[in-house]
C-alpha cells in the first residue's frame, strides 16, 4: 500500500474538511484518506495512486493541495 501525504489550503470549517476528504476519496485507487482541519494536511492510502490526480480532484472543490 502507499501514503501520500499532502498538504491542502483553503480549508476553514468542517464542511471544508469533507469535502477534501470526499474529493480524495473518490480519486481512483484511494482506499483510505483523512483530512486534518487543523493542521491542513491530508493523509492518503491506496493502490497505485496518481498524485497529479489527488491535487487535481482537490482543486476541483475549490482547495489548493500539494505533496509535502
Given amino acids: 500500500m502507499q501514503t501520500i501525504q499532502l498538504s491542502i489550503s483553503g480549508m476553514m470549517c468542517g464542511a471544508c474538511q469533507n469535502h477534501v476528504t470526499q474529493a480524495l476519496q473518490g480519486a481512483a485507487g484511494v482506499q483510505s484518506a483523512s483530512v486534518d482541519l487543523e493542521a491542513g494536511k ?7 495512486l496518481d498524485t497529479a490526480r489527488l491535487i487535481e ?5 475549490g482547495y489548493g493541495a500539494k505533496v509535502e
Fill in 42 to 48: 491530508a493523509s492518503v492510502q491506496g493502490e497505485n
Fill in 57 to 61: 480532484a482537490v482543486e476541483e472543490e
